[in-house]
């Protein structure tokens, strides 16, 4: 039996990156907001302490050599988040930082027809941008189309929106998991253990996010041995067609939790 508020486990993000409205104010790595004016903010981004910026020094300075200004004018002209991901995981396989296998075990979205073209065409600018900024080939052999698609199509079902809340236990009850408020968020995550949880539109656990990206899984209420842990991976405030049809269309399956089952 868990009981009600406790912290179950905690975890980091295998890659993130920062709202772009934010990426100034937000840390590079653990997407920490600026504190004040006296913070380190020296170079093309803000790094929350010397601990984050060491952390990111291999990714950060395979980024820094290449132009991206032809990548960030396509993503920036269709409101697109993700590829900024695949950008960075490409960065961190580059630099030695992670395996290009690092997200094989989550699950991928499904794909229909007209976004796998969109992929293809953000494929060919992020490729095309690595060979103008002179990466030797075999460093970039990884760089695949298929490798490109599988990435972004696991990205896009698994990674959680942060959205940073004030520390205090009611805060932290009254904060949803997932909010149709863009503006809020700080960036996006995609951890291991978190993506492995399931959903349920009334669920027993959520993630929360205080000062960085660092995820804790925290109990809604008590929870009796042996029943299972599932977070809301959408907005509970929806009624039950808005919850199905997102699900449906986002997810990939039609969600027979208890609530949706009741209408409510």
């Given at each position: 039996p868990i009981a009600t508020g406790e912290v179950l486990h905690s975890a980091q993000p295998l890659v993130t990156h920062p709202s772009r409205s934010l990426f100034h104010e937000v840390c590079y790595r653990?997407?920490?907001?600026?504190?004040?004016k006296g913070d380190d903010s020296r170079g093309d981004c803000y790094f929350c302490s010397d601990a984050c910026r060491e952390h990111a020094e291999g990714f950060h300075g395979i980024q820094k050599k290449v132009?991206?200004?032809?990548?960030?004018?396509?993503?920036?002209?269709?409101?697109?988040?993700?590829?900024?991901?695949?950008?960075?995981?490409?960065?961190?396989?580059?630099?030695g930082d992670v395996g290009a296998d690092c997200l094989d075990i989550l699950q991928p979205a499904q794909l229909h027809q007209g976004t796998l073209i969109e992929m293809e065409e953000e494929f060919e600018l992020l490729k095309s941008t690595f060979r103008k900024a002179g990466?030797?080939?075999?460093?970039?052999?990884?760089?695949?189309?298929?490798?490109y698609i599988?990435?972004?199509?696991?990205?896009?079902?698994?990674?959680?929106?942060?959205?940073?809340?004030?520390?205090?236990?009611?805060?932290?009850?009254?904060?949803?998991?997932?909010?149709?408020?863009?503006?809020?968020?700080?960036?996006?995550?995609?951890?291991?253990?978190?993506?492995?949880?399931?959903?349920?539109?009334?669920?027993?656990?959520?993630?929360?996010?205080?000062?960085?990206?660092?995820a804790k899984l925290k109990t809604l209420r008590d929870i009796?041995?042996?029943?299972?842990?599932?977070?809301?991976?959408?907005?509970?405030?929806?009624?039950?067609?808005?919850?199905?049809?997102i699900l449906t269309e986002g997810f990939g399956f039609q969600c027979r939790c208890q609530r949706c089952l009741s209408g409510d």
């Open positions: 653990c997407l920490k907001r600026k504190a004040g132009d991206w200004s032809l990548l960030d004018d396509h993503c920036s002209s269709r409101g697109l988040k993700y590829p900024y991901m695949v950008r960075r995981l490409a960065c961190m396989v580059i630099s990466f030797q080939e075999e460093l970039t052999t990884f760089l695949t189309k298929q490798w599988n990435i972004l199509a696991r990205i896009r079902v698994n990674a959680f929106r942060i959205e940073l809340v004030a520390s205090s236990y009611e805060d932290l009850l009254s904060s949803a998991v997932a909010s149709v408020t863009c503006d809020a968020s700080v960036g996006n995550a995609v951890y291991m253990l978190p993506s492995f949880y399931n959903h349920d539109c009334d669920p027993n656990t959520h993630i929360v996010w205080l000062e960085n990206a660092d009796d041995e042996g029943e299972e842990l599932r977070i809301c991976y959408i907005d509970t405030s929806m009624d039950v067609n808005a919850r199905q049809k």
